[in-house]
């Protein structure tokens, strides 16, 4: 479903990484498989320079995390502690839907009979 | 631990039992996104009840092409979106869109996590985005929806969920005078961190 990785110059990764939606493991190893420096001797120093050069390169990224979680903690919305509320709402709806049998039409559509009226 | 898709074709032959785990599961997050819309807790939860109540009616339209969550949440943004139809009557709010009321909150709520000043500038400038893009910024932000599940809700494709919640946030950086809340050192080392393991990791 997600783009294909094209590295981290891209956009859409920053946004993923941001979102914890990516697949670190293989994403970096497709990184270094890329980045030719990277497979070389010198990994380490060379690591630091990618590294460096990756975060400048995303500047105008680097204040989302900011503002994300700046959002986050405008949110108000505060659910109720007490679980007697989610238990009474719970019954509530078992007790609509409990007198009533499931439409059988219904069942018989989704199994693929055709209902004449 | 049975998936909701096994819940529900439990369901659909006639088992009511599982239909009451598919209410345990996710009554807590309705009820959050039912809060965003009203204000009041009890309206909140008539959003609730009647959402799971159509759910269940009309289950047997569950294709399972999308997650049962995002499903939920559909029939729940049209409850709420008829309720306040039902609630305001044909007059001034016959016309009113869900996706334009403004995020239901207390204004003397106390986070104790930001200025009050700096959690208004922000609510103000999310109310201001188009409607699409605050949607997606909400379900991602707020309910911690998957991209997938937000195009789901949405009913548009993947990249487009993405690139409102993308365009939501960079106006809101431009916008939201960050100050002196800024973290952005201490992230960059985070990012360095977990980067450098996975590279260790990697080359091992």
């Known amino acids: 479903m997600r783009k294909k990785f094209v590295g981290l110059n891209d956009d859409d990764w920053w946004l993923d990484y941001l979102e914890k939606q990516v697949d670190m493991e293989r994403d970096v190893a497709l990184a270094l498989a890329c980045n030719k420096s990277l497979q070389s001797g010198k990994v380490n120093k060379d690591r630091d ?58 069942i018989l559509e989704s199994r693929g009979y055709q209902i004449e009226s | 631990m049975k998936t909701d898709l096994e819940l529900v074709t439990e369901v659909r032959e006639g088992n009511r039992k599982s239909f009451s785990e598919l209410v345990h599961r996710h009554q807590r997050s ?85 200025r009050s ?23 991602r932000i707020f309910e911690d929806l998957s991209f997938k599940e937000i195009a789901e809700v949405m009913g548009c494709p993947y990249d487009t969920a993405k690139a409102n919640y993308r365009h939501a946030l960079l106006k809101l950086k431009d916008r939201i005078d960050i100050g002196d809340y800024a973290q952005g050192a201490h992230d960059e080392v985070n990012f360095v961190a977990e980067f450098s393991k996975h590279v260790t990791e990697v080359e091992l």
């Open chain 1, 49 to 106: 320079i990618f590294l460096r050069q990756t975060l400048g390169e995303q500047s105008a990224l680097k204040n989302l995390l900011e503002v994300r979680t700046l959002v986050k903690e405008s949110d108000e919305v505060v659910l109720p502690e007490d679980l007697r509320i989610y238990d009474s709402l719970h019954d509530r709806i078992m007790a609509e839907i409990n007198p009533a049998e499931p439409a059988m039409g219904g």
């Open chain 2, 30 to 114: 309705l009820l959050r996104l039912g809060m965003r819309f009203a204000k009041e807790q009890s309206l909140a939860e008539d959003i609730v009840q009647e959402s799971f109540i159509k759910a269940f009616q009309k289950i047997h339209l569950f294709e399972g092409r999308a997650s049962f969550k995002s499903w939920l949440y559909q029939i729940a943004l049209n409850t709420a979106r008829n309720k306040f139809r039902d609630r305001f009557g044909s007059g001034a709010f016959d016309s009113i869109n869900i996706e334009d009321v403004p995020l239901g909150v207390d204004p003397n709520a106390e986070t104790g996590m930001l």
């Open chain 2, 117 to 139: 000043d700096v959690r208004k500038q922000i609510r103000a400038e999310i109310d201001k985005l188009p409607d699409r893009q605050r949607m997606a910024l909400t379900l």
